[in-house]
């Protein structure tokens, strides 16, 4: 898979995981939804605080990004037919993003691929992650492929 397919995938991709790391240092994954974004350095994925239902506003992610902002994400596809089979790691630096501008890019982007979003748009606070490394996987005749 090459990384215009990788980017694809990851950028198509409804739904994915977010590895973080607490402030022990034990990992932490959460599912989460996100956009994709091109910059002029390379791909941002974005990813809000929504206004589902939560315990606190304080997710763990946000804690642990704080302490260790190195992320990752991983998205993929299971079909019992295992000529199908895919993933996509996406590895990168997170923060919360502070600017107005880049707020209403992300919460814009968001909306786009999340309709709720457009009804509800989220007052929660939005993270970027800018992409330092994308590595896919699909299966195929010579047991499937890695690309770094």
């Known amino acids: 898979m090459d990384r215009a397919e990788t980017t694809r995938r990851?950028?198509?991709a409804k739904v994915g995981s977010i590895a973080t790391v607490r402030p022990d240092?034990?990992?932490?994954?959460?599912?989460?939804?996100f956009a994709v974004s091109e910059a002029e350095d390379g791909l941002l994925i974005y990813w809000c605080v929504d206004d589902k239902p939560k315990r606190s506003r304080e997710l763990q992610?946000?804690?642990?990004i704080r302490a260790h902002p190195a992320v990752e994400i991983e998205v993929n596809r299971y079909d019992d037919d295992w000529?199908?089979?895919?993933?996509?790691?996406?590895?990168?630096?997170?923060r919360e993003v502070t600017s107005v501008d880049e707020r209403e890019r992300a919460l814009i982007a968001l909306a786009a691929k999340y309709p709720p979003y457009t009804a509800h748009p989220p007052s929660g606070p939005v993270v970027a992650i800018h992409v330092e490394r994308v590595a896919g996987w699909a299966a195929g005749a010579a047991g499937g492929n890695e690309l770094s």
């Open 10 to 12: 990851l950028t198509e």
């Open 83 to 94: 000529t199908q089979l895919w993933w996509v790691r996406a590895s990168g630096i997170a």
């Open 61 to 64: 992610r946000l804690v642990n």
């Open 25 to 33: 240092g034990s990992p932490h994954v959460v599912p989460f939804v």
